[in-house]
Nanobody, 118 residues
């Protein structure tokens, strides 16, 4: 079992930056691919990005490519989502995920709210 706790959400102006963190429990953190999803208000959850267990491979949704960066520190059992050039349409609850497949992860965090004002 893996428990995930996100932090770092908040209110930011358009064009600004924000970094989300996800702290994971369990000694096997380093064996899981980790990812981020988001759910905009009134919409379905959508894939944001994913990082391999080694951190060498990342995949991003087209909507965030070039603006968002995922990284991980296996020594700290933590994965990060660095968000830059934020847009109002990035407003959503952001979820950290672990394991499973790219679009069907096994474990989910509780989510953290990100609001981008115009």
């Amino acid at each position: 079992q893996v428990q995930l706790v996100e932090s770092g959400g908040g209110l930011v102006q358009a064009g600004g930056s924000l970094r989300l963190s996800c702290a994971a429990s369990g000694r096997i953190f380093g064996s899981y691919a980790m990812g981020w999803f988001r759910q905009p208000p009134g919409k379905e959850r959508e894939f944001v990005g994913r990082i391999s267990w080694s951190g060498t491979t990342t995949t991003y949704a087209d909507s965030v490519k070039g603006r968002f960066t995922i990284s991980r520190d296996n020594a700290k059992n933590t994965v990060y989502l660095q968000m830059s050039s934020l847009k109002p349409e990035d407003t959503a609850v952001y979820f950290c995920t672990a394991g499973g497949t790219t679009y069907s992860p096994t474990f989910w965090g509780q989510g953290t709210q990100v609001t981008v004002s115009s």
